[in-house]
């Protein structure tokens, strides 16, 4: 790939399973080998590398990177390698130049307002912005984007408009509702008439409602990366597993989905996931060469 001149590479550090996982599964139960991403980068020092996969804040960035800037407080040289996987790791190689941050952004957007001082150094602002003045502007700029009173407007089209706000409360109280709120006016074609901004303020108006004061609390800080035990990924398998479980079924397949039971839970400890995942295929390739073939 390098050789057609590809120079940049970003790398979600987990293995990609093409039997026994669905994709969905292949962002959770692989476990995540981040160090993989230095060892490229030391192997190709004429490259240059992202890192991509699990990152969910700007801390957690930030101590990938090697603390861009000034450090935050509570920042430490262990968070370096703790953040990697790799204890004795202490600075990053010089051609690691981003790390990308995917569902986490989605999931929670609120995250970015605070990117450009904690990562580019940039002055901080002379207030600390609300949930509100952030939607506010957002509902500005929608009302110039898809102005009111265009009839037949398609819910695909609102829905990718509205998509940037729907996180925009994870993690507080009236989160559930305020999306609620959101998808049930994008059902409604007078809603739909009315554009996305007019959806956003009534949303945001029945948040308020149900909970006063949530869209005025300050946005948060950047703040330093606090390393996820070994415990979070036992989490996250056992998780996995739970989603496997999802419906009945019977036979061969219900003996397959114990197998990748057993496999998922194994995986819980990144030194064994590996081994444990590759039993998932081998017990489907199994299970495939010794089905009775039906005869005719």
């Not at 969905?24 to 692989?30: E, G």
């Not at 990718?160 to 709120?181: S, V």
Request: proline share 9%.
């Amino acid at each position: 790939v390098a050789a057609g001149g590809c120079k940049h590479f970003i790398v979600h550090a987990r293995k990609a399973w093409l039997n026994g996982l669905s994709p969905a599964q292949n962002r959770s139960v692989p476990p995540l080998i981040p160090g993989r991403v230095l060892d490229l980068c030391r192997a190709f020092p004429d490259l240059s590398f992202s890192v991509n996969g699990g990152i969910g804040d700007i801390g957690q960035a930030r101590a990938l990177l090697g603390f861009p800037g000034e450090r935050l407080p509570g920042e430490e040289d262990s968070l370096f390698g703790a953040a990697w996987g790799r204890p004795g790791e202490t600075a990053p190689p010089p051609n690691l130049l981003g790390a990308m941050i995917g569902r986490g952004v989605m999931n929670t957007p609120m995250m970015l307002w605070d990117v450009d001082r904690s990562m580019y150094g940039d002055p901080a602002p002379d207030s600390t912005p609300t949930r509100r003045t952030v939607l506010d502007s957002y509902a500005a700029y929608l009302e110039e984007r898809y102005p009111p009173g265009e009839e037949n407007r398609p819910v695909g089209c609102l829905h990718m408009a509205l998509k940037p706000a729907l996180g925009a409360f994870a993690g507080m109280r009236g989160h559930r509702a305020f999306r609620g709120a959101i998808d049930s006016k994008l059902r409604d074609k007078d809603e739909r008439t009315l554009g996305p901004a007019h959806i956003l303020r009534q949303a945001l108006q029945e948040l308020e409602q149900a909970n006063p004061g949530a869209p005025d609390e300050a946005l948060q800080v950047t703040s330093a990366y606090t390393h996820a035990a070994a415990a979070s990924a036992a989490a996250t398998a056992a998780a996995a597993a739970a989603a496997l479980t999802s419906a009945p079924l019977k036979g061969r397949k219900r003996k397959e989905r114990r197998a990748e039971q057993a496999a998922v839970a194994a995986a819980g400890a990144p030194e064994d996931s590996g081994e444990a995942l590759a039993k998932v295929c081998r017990v489907r390739d199994v299970a495939a060469e010794s089905e009775p073939v039906p005869v005719a």
